[in-house]
């Protein structure tokens, strides 16, 4: 393969070591040949993945190793993306490209510090780890050619959406980044629930959490949407009638839900807008 299609990672811990497990282990979708792993330690699962596929780990790029790398992964927190910018900035290829995964950091920033270049930011959420997550992506007008790749390197993660509007990157953290989240509180408040009735916890635990799992994977494979799912288990006067009327009663769980993922929203701004300080 040629030069251009080096592939430098920066940053082997979950997100990063997800992504290259799914390129190397999953559908071999990278050459491990045209794979530099740039971190100064590597976590047993990427140690594992480096000696499997023979993989090359430097501490940090250099003028050299920078040379002919085509794409820059940034898998790093971002206060280490900061420190390391500069650098970073002054050894890249004029046309190496960039997807990071990074939350909270923008395309302008990311442009300011390492110059005009093809630039994609990814918000991936916690399944990515699975191949199961959804990964949000927005690019700048360059990085617009490099979409395609960005798409099928990424796809190795879960499902991947495309917005055009980077602005609603902090709607799409509050909805699928922290997402994940929501979805144990409820199977841990649908838990005690069932225990304050007299059920013994850790059986409360299982049928909570297979509930929803299976109606997460009926939702996916049946193409129907929530609303009519939920209304195909909610006989008249029965049962989830009863239990959804206390939800529902006032628009109270639709207006919780509102107020919590506006409050994330709001976060992620705030974090965006004071990363760098
Ligand atoms: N995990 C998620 O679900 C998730 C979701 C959305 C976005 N993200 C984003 O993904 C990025 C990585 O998150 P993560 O969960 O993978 O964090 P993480 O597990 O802490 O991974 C960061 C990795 O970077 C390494 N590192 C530290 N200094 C470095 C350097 N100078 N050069 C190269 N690597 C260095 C760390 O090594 P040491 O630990 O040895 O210092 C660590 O392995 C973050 O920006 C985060 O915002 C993650």
């Not at 330690?41 to 050299?64: N, Q």
């Not at 927005?138 to 798409?151: I, L, P």
């Not at 099928?152 to 799409?172: F, N, S, T």
Request: hydrophobic share 45%.
């Amino acid at each position: 393969m040629a030069d251009a299609d080096k592939i430098a990672l920066i940053g082997a811990g979950r997100m990063g070591g997800a992504l290259a497990a799914g390129w190397l282990r999953g559908k071999g979708k990278v050459d491990p040949e045209n794979l530099l792993i740039c971190a100064p330690r590597a976590t047993e699962e990427m140690g594992a993945l480096i000696r499997e596929h023979g993989l090359k780990r430097i501490d940090a790029l250099g003028p050299r190793t920078a040379k002919g790398v085509g794409l820059v992964i940034l898998a790093v927190k971002p206060h280490v993306f900061f420190e390391m910018a500069d650098s970073l900035a002054e050894i890249l290829p004029d046309d190496c490209a960039v997807i990071s995964v990074m939350a909270g950091v923008n395309i302008r920033t990311m442009t300011e510090l390492l110059g005009d270049r093809p630039i994609i930011r990814a918000m991936p959420n916690t399944p990515t780890a699975i191949g199961k997550g959804v990964i949000v992506c927005a690019a700048n007008a360059a990085g617009e050619t490099r979409r395609k790749e960005a798409d099928k390197l990424l796809k190795v993660g879960g499902r991947v959406e495309w917005i055009d509007d980077e602005r609603l990157m902090g709607a799409v953290t509050g909805v699928s980044g922290s997402g994940p989240a929501y979805f144990f509180l409820l199977a841990e408040s649908l838990a005690g629930a069932g225990e304050s009735l007299g059920l013994p916890r850790e059986l409360a635990e299982r049928l909570a959490a297979e509930t929803l799992v299976g109606a997460g994977e009926l939702m996916k494979s049946s193409g129907l949407t929530p609303q009519e799912l939920r209304r195909q288990v909610t006989s008249p006067n029965g049962t989830t009638q009863a239990a959804l009327d206390v939800m529902m009663g006032g628009s109270a769980l639709p207006e919780l839900m509102r107020h919590a993922v506006a409050a994330a929203e709001r976060r992620s701004r705030q974090l965006g807008d004071s990363n760098r300080n």
